[in-house]
């Protein structure tokens, strides 16, 4: 089966002593995960080591950065690179969130040479796409979010494709407390693989996990996971409630 993911997207939330709270609760007594499910944290930069320490011997729990760099090292003040990354052992990195292309002006373009750089270090990328309210209004969706991975990913050789985790966030959904329906949510999940399988053959496009984002909760979970192509979730302010992020995780497939 494939990968099945909850991913915990903290944003720029928590103090420490905050997050320290949520890591205890949520794995003090860590759900048991089946061999092909997975849970992961994406943190803000400063918590990245304290949540690897509390992660550390529970199998399937994995820390994600947010962002990193699109340069590999040098005078680059302020930014973090994956070359970091890595040497704490981070193994997952958040890349091309909706937040991140429209406060920060991340193109495709800059989004391609960071998935490079993190998967030449063995850094598996979470890669978000997502359409605007506009674009969905008026019904372009489908082209829109093609777009993204043609000039993201398609550079990519399948051997690496299939490393990679896609998450699929509709930009009107997300901290809007409006979901897609689980049945939206299928649909594009289901256009995406095809695009995948189209470039890169249905093996390949079979192994990638499409995760949905856009206001996932503990009380939604489970209608939209269950979706054939839904293979997870990224999630917002849900992630930020221990009982909310347990019943997630207790959703996967
Ligand atoms: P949300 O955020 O669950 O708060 O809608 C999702 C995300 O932006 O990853």
Known sequence: MRQQIAAANWKMNLTVTQAEEL?????QEPKKLLAHQTVIFAVPFPYLTLAKTKVNGHTNYFVA????????????T??????????????YVVLGHSERREYFAESNAVLAEKLDLALSYGLIPIFCCGEPLSIRE????????????????????????AKIVIAY??????GTGKTATAGQAQEMHQHLRAVLAAQYGKETA?????????????SNAKEIFSKPDVDGGLVGGASLIAADFTQIIDALK
């Open 206 to 218: 079979d192994i990638v996990p499409i995760l949905y984002g856009g206001s996932v909760k503990g």
């Open 23 to 27: 890591l205890n609760n949520l794995l």
């Open 169 to 174: 966030e509709p930009i009107w959904a997300i």
């Open 78 to 91: 302020g930014e973090t690179s994956i070359e970091m990354l890595h040497s704490i052992g981070i193994e």
């Open 138 to 161: 008026a019904g372009t969706q489908n082209g829109f979010v093609e777009q993204q991975l043609k000039e993201s990913l398609f550079h990519l050789s399948a051997e690496q494709l």
């Open 65 to 76: 950065a947010q962002n990193c760099s699109n340069k590999k090292s040098g005078a680059y």
